[in-house]
């Protein structure tokens, strides 16, 4: 049966007071957080370096970059065109003969309705050269987790499972395509330095803090070896975030005001007004303490900035710290600027990259009727319920 819009519209006329309540003290926590900022943007250089020298604990970020009160902290970008044109001659200035690329994945979880458990893994990924000749590539690949990888330890769900298959698979495909990046562009003619990868989502695993060792610490130690191969063999790598939540900015301001924790202001809310397209906060090295303890040598190599590439709150970027030791950082964040225009507000390498990995419903279809039939013809055990039968009848 169809969702029914007068309930909706009911349920949320008798709670409309719960929703008042939460706008009002957000309103509240965001007047003292952007009042922290003003007063900490003002502070002199010296005195700034001289409170974060003397600050031994988790501060949550530590600057790299200058700011002026005269831009109330932000580096503008100044960037603004008569029309669609336009911005195109500048994202080929930034983007010309640079070859961009990223991973994305997909899965299908076991389903109650097959008598043994099994699940299916994709990751697709997009490299484009930005080249006159329109170079590009796309492809996919897929692995099926068998009930040896899903129930041989039962303490934990086995999506764990699946989700760090998935997130192994793609992270091992950007490590490969970095180590080989270099000599690939060489024996194509192409400029090693101009490349960029993408990772979708944050290089500082907090969700990983929250698992069991034996789950932690694959997670950990393929991000880091990540960031080492991107500074080992000097490949730009940045983690785009699209939706952040991360309070990394709001910790500074706490620790510096003695404010009280909250979870309604966030950096990317705390931000958002001071910021027209194109423009970034300064870089900052994420200092959250959590797992990046676990980091080893990368403890502190993460540096992060929030730049507003749509209507909505700023994308956060992470950056290993190398690039900003050689120089290099305004070079990518313009690379990356230039791929959201593409993208009408978001990367295009990513976007693409999510679209060649994500298997539809019709995918989910072939990937059980070819199951069912190389199980009939192996000889195997495996039964369907009844329920999914008979929805195979229906539709």
């Known amino acids: 049966m169809a969702i029914k819009p007068s309930q ?10 719960d929703f008042a309540s939460f706008d009002e003290s957000t309103s509240s926590y965001l007047m003292q957080y952007r009042a922290a900022w003003d007063q900490w943007v003002k502070l002199t250089p010296a005195s700034r370096a001289d409170w974060v020298r003397s600050q031994s604990r988790d501060i949550g970020a530590r600057p790299l970059e200058p700011m002026s009160p005269q ?57 484009n050269h930005h080249c006159n000749e329109g170079r590009y590539e796309k492809d996919i690949l897929l692995d099926v987790m068998t009930p040896k990888d899903l129930v041989a330890d039962r303490s934990q769900p086995m999506d764990r499972w699946i989700n760090m298959r998935r997130f192994s698979m793609e992270v091992q495909k950007l490590t490969g395509y970095i180590k080989s990046a270099k000599d690939r562009a060489l ?3 192409r400029d090693p330095e101009k490349c960029l990868v993408f990772f979708d989502g944050s290089l500082v695993l907090t969700f990983a803090s929250m698992l069991d060792e034996n789950l932690r610490a694959p997670y950990v130690q393929q991000v880091t070896a990540l960031l080492h191969a991107s ?35 966030h950096d990317a809310k705390l931000m958002n007004r001071l910021m027209d397209w194109g423009d970034r906060t300064p870089l900052m090295i994420c200092d959250r303490g959590g797992i990046l303890t676990e980091y080893g040598n990368q403890s502190d190599q993460i540096a992060f900035t929030y730049l507003k590439t749509n209507a909505n709150y700023p994308a956060r970027l992470e950056l290993p710290r190398w690039l900003w030791d050689t120089g290099r950082a305004e070079t990518v964040i313009n690379q990356v600027r230039a791929e959201v225009i593409v993208g009408n ?51």
């Open 8 to 17: 909706i519209q009911r349920a949320l006329d008798q709670k409309r007071a």
């Open 71 to 127: 831009s109330k902290g932000i580096i503008r970008s100044n960037l603004a065109w008569d029309n669609r044109e336009q911005s195109l001659q500048w994202v080929s200035e930034h983007l010309a003969n640079v070859t961009t690329f990223a991973v994305d994945g997909s899965q299908v979880f076991p389903q109650k309705d097959f008598s043994i458990p099994i699940a299916l893994v994709q990751i697709g990924w997009f490299e």
């Open 187 to 189: 024996a194509e003619g």
């Open 231 to 265: 500074k080992k063999y000097e490949v730009p790598l940045v983690g785009y975030v699209d939706t952040a939540q991360s309070n990394d900015i709001t910790t500074l301001l706490r620790t510096t005001k003695d404010l009280e924790t909250t979870r309604a202001v």
């Open 345 to 395: 507000g978001y990367p295009y390498a990513i976007e693409t990259a999510d679209q060649t990995a994500v298997l539809q419903s019709r995918d989910r279809q072939i990937f059980y009727r070819i199951l069912q039939d190389w199980a009939k013809q192996e000889n195997l055990q495996l039964r369907l319920s009844q329920k999914m039968m008979s929805k195979a009848r229906r539709r």
